[in-house]
């Protein structure tokens, strides 16, 4: 079964402290892996698409990479704005369904 | 404003009524998407339209629930007899046409579905 996991399920940063996101993938065929933002009560907004191991891709304070197996979302210099719920997906070979993980809380105090 | 919009933002019925959700893509958005999503969880896969047709539906789907793409534009998502399992964030996303098999997708923000 397809399956998408994503550590730590919280993380409590201060401001300026760098630090990574971790998403695992178990799934048959890999076409795409995604990240996006979640704030309270809102869709999430996209941020990255990574299509194979070795991708990178960076916006802002946040970098993006992917292995055969997982996913890093590094957080560099974070400031309080970066709050929110980041989720990963993975889209499975040719389909549409698009599996999500249940997402890391990341709180940046000032 | 030309997001993804959602109608109606919350949604609170009794069990065992009847709820239609509607979603607007972005214009020119051929691809929509429905899911779930429950308290801390991430968005469950439920259908997608590719313009009127849809093509994928997930396993898991109930045959209370029904989604339509009329036209290839806006689309409804329908809970028959709901249940109080049913309560949850229904999400609406759409992606543009393109010659990329993988494309990311724009939300909506949700409406919120509380049975009691």
């Known amino acids: 079964e397809d399956q998408v996991t994503q550590s730590p399920e919280a993380l409590r940063l201060q401001e300026g402290e760098s630090s990574s996101l971790n998403c695992s993938y178990t799934?048959?065929?890999?076409?795409?892996l995604f990240w996006y933002r979640q704030d309270p009560g809102k869709g999430p907004e996209f941020l990255f698409t990574?299509?194979?191991a070795g991708e990178e891709k960076e916006k802002e304070r946040l970098k993006a990479t992917l292995t055969k197996k997982e996913s890093f979302l590094h957080i560099t210099a974070p400031k309080p704005e970066d709050s929110a719920t980041y989720l990963c997906?993975?889209?499975?070979?040719?389909?549409?369904?698009?599996?999500f993980g249940p997402g890391t809380r990341l709180s940046v105090l000032p | 404003d030309t997001g993804v919009s959602q109608d109606p933002r919350h949604k609170i019925t009794k069990r065992g009524q009847n709820v239609t959700f509607r979603c607007d893509p972005i214009?020119?958005?051929?691809?929509l998407y429905w899911y779930r999503q429950t308290l801390g969880q991430g968005p469950e896969f439920l259908t997608y339209f590719q313009n009127e047709a849809q093509l994928e539906k997930s396993r898991l789907l109930s045959d209370r629930f029904s989604a339509e793409r009329p036209k290839g534009s806006f689309s409804t998502l329908e809970i028959q007899r709901t249940e109080q399992g049913d309560s949850a964030m229904y999400l609406c996303?759409?992606?543009?046409?393109?010659?990329?098999?993988?494309?990311?997708?724009?939300f909506g923000p949700g409406t919120r579905l509380t049975v009691t």
């Open positions: 799934v048959s065929g890999l076409r795409g």
């Open positions: 997906a993975v889209q499975v070979n040719y389909g549409q369904n698009f599996v």
């Open positions: 990574l299509y194979s």
């Open positions: 996303a759409s992606s543009p046409p393109t010659l990329v098999d993988s494309y990311e997708q724009y």
């Open positions: 214009s020119e958005h051929n691809r």
